[in-house]
T-cell receptor
Framework: EAGVVQSPRYKIIEKKQPVAFWCNPI?????LYWYLQNLGQGPELLIR????????DSQLPKDRFSAERLKGVDSTLKIQPAELGDSAVYLC?????????????FGPGTRLTVL | SQQGEEDPQALSIQEGENATMNCSYK?????LQWYRQNSGRGLVHLIL?????REKHSGRLRVTLDTSKKSSSLLITASRAADTASYFC?????????????FGTGTRLQVTL
């Protein structure tokens, strides 16, 4: 069974440019998460979806970040415009548990470098 | 913001030795989970312990939970070079209609031959 798929794995852009990350969760997983992980730190939740609905986006910087999960399957996270401080690894995860409290399955992440 | 703090931040041991990592957290939890992250990879779930459990085992892993002290420990017995990774604890808080997973800062484990 395929795990969580993310693309691209690496992205280098100049500041003020837009960037988008894509995630395909494990088949059948209703809950999808986007996390940001800075170097040497644990992941921090940006947004959580239950099916198509964003149920927790309190940590998403909405002035420049946006996300969508059309049809409740794959998801896209966008940053526009990117800033130097956005350099980090962006992780996508999914789970069966609609309440968000169970085991989560992570993708390999997208490492973003903003120059 | 990080809910949990792992201790130590870094740990270096020789193959065959046991490794113990500790996690402290601040608020009441529903469950606590441990994850492993190899360099440049995503996180892998290791074990989940519920708030009404005190100890749990999975292979070479042993996790304890002390809710009165708001702390947990992860013991890896007979460590192997392949155990080299970062280990994170993550707490699940019950916040009404939704549960939230919050990660700690991690312990970097190095197992040498």
């Amino acid at each position: 069974e395929a795990g969580v798929v993310q693309s691209p794995r690496y992205k280098i852009i100049e500041k003020k440019q837009p960037v988008a990350f894509w995630c395909n969760p494990i088949s059948g997983h209703n809950t999808l998460y986007w996390y940001l992980q800075n170097l040497g730190q644990g992941p921090e939740l940006l947004i959580r979806y239950e099916n198509e609905e964003a149920v927790d986006d309190s940590q998403l910087p909405k002035d420049r970040f946006s996300a969508e999960r059309l049809k409740g399957v794959d998801s896209t996270l966008k940053i526009q415009p990117a800033e130097l401080g956005d350099s980090a690894v962006y992780l996508c995860a999914s789970s069966l548990d609609l309440r968000g409290g169970g085991e989560q399955f992570f993708g390999p992440g997208t490492r973003l470098t903003v120059l | 913001s990080q809910q949990g703090e792992e201790d130590p931040q870094a740990l270096s041991i020789q193959e065959g030795e046991n490794a113990t990592m500790n996690c402290s957290y601040k608020t009441s939890i529903n469950n606590l989970q441990w994850y492993r992250q190899n360099s440049g990879r995503g996180l892998v779930h290791l074990i989940l312990i519920r708030s009404n459990e005190r100890e749990k085992h999975s292979g070479r892993l042993r996790v304890t939970l002390d809710t009165s002290k708001k702390s947990s420990s992860l013991l890896i017995t007979a460590s192997r070079a392949a155990d080299t990774a970062s280990y994170f604890c993550a707490t699940v808080l019950n916040t009404g209609t939704a549960s939230k997973l919050t990660f700690g800062t991690g312990t970097r484990l190095q197992v040498t031959l």
